[in-house]
């Protein structure tokens, strides 16, 4: 499983970035997310509805919507992640609507939205209010081309939802089946059929895979200790992390960090 360099407890207010192969287990975070294809092919899935994403196509996630990845071949992407507090009056219609189907046909993706997401992932120099408004112009085309509709109570939320949110919020705490039991009221063997039905891997695997993308995010601070990092993120021990960071991305915590610093993801 090759997986995003993203976690649910985003730390960054605002992310974006031009990337490769993009495959990451349905997941949700209360920040919004837009993806755009630029070659290749790549399954989105939000909520119960599945797409496969071709090039020049692009999906808007909610937040608080369950979303994943999956991409099997070659494929290119433009991926922004941010903060409903940037987006000025947008911030009303993502809290208060929902979007009954988020993707876009490539008729319908607006030239702006590319553009200003290339904008966003080529310049980190540019100040905050630029920022802010390129990624308004991506967003507020991709909402004029989209259905919405006013947002229900939280009712209708499944089991799924209250799993992977409880996980985001304890990410650094123990996670087996039966801890998530005890503090959600749930049998265990639900929560194990959740992960293998909807999620497509078990609890473990998902858990590690966010908490190894957590870590990746931490180590681009070269000032973070990698020790305090593996407490962070819940691996337990500097040891494990190493050894899930050696499984899952081929190289150590410290080899990642150098890669990151030379700029190379």
Not at 181 to 202: D, H, P, Q, W
Request: charged content about 25%.
């Amino acid at each position: 499983m090759s997986l995003g360099y993203f976690y649910e407890g985003i730390p960054h207010r605002l992310r974006v970035n031009e990337g490769r192969n993009l495959t990451f287990p349905l997941h949700l975070h209360m920040q919004a997310e837009l993806i755009c294809m630029l070659s290749g092919c790549t399954y989105v899935t939000v909520e119960s509805k599945r797409v496969l994403l071709r090039e020049g196509e692009a999906a808007l996630i909610f937040p608080g919507s369950v979303h994943g990845y999956e991409t099997n071949g070659e494929s290119r992407h433009l991926l922004a992640i941010w903060d409903a507090s940037l987006v000025g009056e947008y911030r009303e219609v993502l809290a208060g609507f929902h979007c009954p189907d988020p993707f876009l046909p490539r008729e319908a993706v607006h030239p702006d939205v590319p553009h200003c997401l290339k904008a966003l992932s080529e310049s980190a120099e540019l100040d905050e209010s630029l920022r802010r408004a390129y990624l308004m112009v991506a967003l507020g085309r991709a909402l004029d081309a989209l259905p919405l509709e006013p947002l229900k109570t939280a009712g209708g939320r499944d089991a799924l939802h209250s799993v992977l949110t409880h996980i985001s919020a304890h990410l650094s705490e123990p996670l087996s089946l039966e801890d998530l039991s005890r503090a959600l009221f749930l049998n265990k063997y639900t929560i194990s059929k959740l992960f293998s039905e909807r999620v497509g891997c078990s609890l473990s695997t998902y858990v590690n895979a966010l908490r190894v993308s957590m870590a990746e995010s931490l180590l681009r601070d070269p000032r973070a200790d990698i020790r305090e990092i593996a407490e962070q993120c819940g691996f337990g021990s500097e040891r494990t992390l190493y050894r899930a960071f050696r499984s899952q991305r081929g190289v150590t915590p410290g080899q990642l960090r150098r890669a990151l610093s030379r700029g190379k993801p």
